[in-house]
């Protein structure tokens, strides 16, 4: 505790000063779109398993997704922080190229 510039010191003296308060610079992170292209190969539970699995989507969410991206072509995941979207989309690409889908999943800056 600081001391108390209202409050007189033994001696009669007021204690004055400037109150300072410092805050550490924070800058929030640029944040990353992770999104998912459609095409005419993967099959739809495939792209529902992935949602599930790395976007952690429930069975419902992911179906909509799934449906949204084979309508619209394209839709939207999730947006994360650089590392962590970038790790989506390789876990993604990793996955669908091992199970030879065309699967395409891409990360676009907010
Ligand atoms: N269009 C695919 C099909 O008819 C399904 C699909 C949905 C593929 C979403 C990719 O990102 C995708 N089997």
């Known amino acids: ?31 990353y779109k992770v999104l998912l292209l459609n095409d005419d190969y993967t099959p739809m539970e495939f792209v529902v398993h992935i949602l599930e699995v790395f976007f952690g989507k429930t069975i ?3 179906t909509k997704i799934m449906l949204h991206v084979h309508q619209k072509g394209v839709g939207l995941c999730g947006i994360y922080t650089y590392e962590v979207a970038q790790t989506k989309v390789n876990q993604t690409m990793d996955f669908s190229r091992k199970h ?10 907010d």
């Open 1 to 31: 505790m600081s001391a108390n510039p209202d409050k007189p010191l033994d001696d009669g003296s007021v204690e004055t000063g400037i109150i300072t308060k410092t805050r550490p610079k924070t800058k929030k992170p640029s944040m």
């Open 60 to 62: 419902e969410d992911a």
């Open 100 to 109: 030879q889908h065309p699967l395409q999943c891409v990360l676009e800056k």
